[in-house]
Antibody, heavy 118, light 110 residues
């Protein structure tokens, strides 16, 4: 069965960076796009960016351009999301998500809480 | 890219039907048939309920259905059950190769 297992919760100071990982299993990792979506406490879902199956092309929401990088390690079946210059508004649960070949999000990781606090 | 517009809340009694709307623009909802809907219970990750406007993943009840007219997509839940109480989000692929979510709708089963 498809599983996306993310790294654990993080606490970071304003101005720092965070890198969240997501290990996939149960399917052929190299044939699916992967996305990152976040959800601030009590708020809605927000799309951040995606990476193509071969890892050589990314798309990002304009809001995060220049501050986020999504990468993937195919042999390790792992996708990463790095967010830099953190601010308190970046406190959120970050989800890695598989794209189900129909530009939708068919499997979600368990989420990683990133807290930005001084 | 502005968020898609959803009602903040809807409610219905068990057995009734409800519809949640999702309004975008000609650059997202109106541009493609790549609208999907997600159900999220408190403390859990979202779950895909509808994709490609009208398609259901295997395992999702046929009480859930989707439609679209112009720049507005809709999710209908028929035969409401207590377990349907959750937050619902729509999302659409856009003409700038990005995705945009709706603000979310809280469904209360009375």
């Amino acid at each position: 069965q498809v599983q996306l297992v993310q790294s654990g919760a993080e606490v970071q100071k304003p101005g720092a960076s965070v890198k969240v990982s997501c290990k996939a299993s149960g399917y052929t990792f190299s044939t699916f796009y992967m996305h990152w979506v976040r959800q601030a406490p009590g708020q809605g879902l927000e799309w951040m960016g995606r990476i193509n199956p071969t890892g050589d092309a990314t798309d990002y929401a304009q809001k995060f351009q220049g501050r986020v990088t999504v990468t993937r390690d195919t042999p390790a079946s792992t996708v990463y999301m790095e967010l830099r210059s953190l601010r308190s508004e970046d406190t959120a649960v970050y989800y890695c998500v598989r794209d189900g070949h129909h530009w939708n999000f068919d499997y979600w990781g368990q989420g990683t809480l990133v807290t930005v606090s001084s | 890219q502005s968020a898609l517009t959803q009602p903040a809340s809807v409610s219905g009694s068990p057995g009734q039907s409800i519809t949640i709307s999702c309004t975008g623009t000609s650059n997202d909802v109106g541009a493609y048939n790549y609208v999907s809907w997600y159900q999220q219970h408190p403390g859990e990750a979202p779950q895909l309920m509808i994709f490609d406007v009208t398609s259901r993943p295997s395992g999702v009840s046929d009480r859930f259905s989707g439609s679209k007219s112009g720049n507005t997509a809709s999710l209908t839940i028929s035969g409401l059950q207590a377990e349907d109480e959750a937050d619902y989000y729509c999302t659409s692929y856009t003409t700038t190769t990005t995705w945009v979510f709706g603000g979310g709708t809280k469904l209360t089963v009375l």
